[in-house]
């Protein structure tokens, strides 16, 4: 597995060229997505899940790569022979660059915290980054965490009853039994995620995207989903019982055993299901 991840590094850096320390950021990251593959290993993913989930978690390259100072980095190594200063100045450039890159799989200094059971309700939580954090049972009920992230995050059984999750990403996380009760999740994104027996009672269910995550036996009855994506996720006896779906996709998830009872929809939407081969029976339009 290490090898098919530094063939991933490799084409995803491939437009980049071979810019100053690339082998030593590559050979770092690659460490790191390493790490967080055993890792959902031992959570129990098979082999591929752990990848998707692991590669998932790697964020925007173009954002690792405006970390760097291309014109600076090429200067120090061309100085750095003659200059031992210029050497160690790049070296803590370069030290630098590695925490700011790391960041971006989810390996931020804020991360790796243990706040099991903790009570934070009510906290200003803008855009902070709990990835790889314990998180079990915490309580972020009202609390802000616009654009917050949470990446290999063990959340089993927290809650986010009216919490603001705008923008909010959980990808390759732990999510199991959590409660969304009443949480605005509008532009949220959860991506390789387990959340068996969680709960989405009267939450803002506006322009959610879901990739490769677990919603069996999730329910969104009586709920209004607005421009929300199920990308290869799995749905077996979700239920979407009299739900309001509108630009609702369900691409490449298996929507055979979906529950859309009482549910109203847009046409293109009962077009995109009825091709999936759903159960639309007893579905009307909107």
Avoid: C, W
Avoid at 81 to 99: A, C, I, R
Avoid at 112 to 136: I, P, R
Avoid at 166 to 171: M, Q
Wanted: proline residues 1%.
């Amino acid at each position: 597995m290490e090898k098919k991840l530094k063939q991933f590094l490799d084409k995803t850096f491939a437009p980049y060229g071979d810019f100053p320390a690339r082998a030593d950021v590559t050979k770092e990251l690659g460490a790191n997505l390493f790490e967080k593959y055993k890792d959902l290993k031992k959570q129990g993913m098979s082999d591929d899940e752990a990848y998707h989930a692991t590669i998932d978690s790697f964020g925007d390259v173009e954002e690792i790569m405006e970390q760097f100072p291309h014109t600076d980095l090429i200067g120090a190594e061309k100085k750095q022979e003659s200059n031992q200063e210029h050497k160690s100045g790049f070296g803590q450039t370069l030290k630098k660059t590695f925490e700011q890159a790391k960041s971006m799989i989810g390996l931020s200094r804020f991360s790796g915290a243990d706040l099991a059971q903790a009570d934070l309700s009510d906290s200003n939580l803008v855009e902070e980054n709990f990835s790889g954090s314990a998180l079990m049972e915490v309580v972020f009920n009202g609390s802000d965490l616009t654009g917050a992230i949470f990446r290999g995050s063990a959340l089993k059984g927290a809650s986010f009853v009216k919490a603001n999750l705008t923008n909010a990403t959980f990808a390759a996380s732990d999510l199991q039994e959590v409660t969304f009760k009443g949480a605005n999740l509008t532009g949220s994104k959860f991506k390789a995620a387990a959340l068996h027996g969680a709960t989405f009672d009267d939450a803002t269910l506006n322009g959610i995207e879901f990739r490769h995550t677990d919603l069996d036996g999730i329910s969104f009855d009586n709920q209004e989903l607005d421009g929300v994506v199920f990308n290869a996720s799995s749905l077996k006896k979700t239920s979407f019982k009299n739900a309001t779906l509108r630009n609702v996709s369900f691409h490449h998830s298996e929507v055979k055993h979906t529950i859309f009872d009482g549910a109203k929809m847009d046409k293109v939407t009962y077009a995109l299901l009825k091709g999936a081969e759903a159960v639309l029976d007893k579905v009307t339009f909107i």
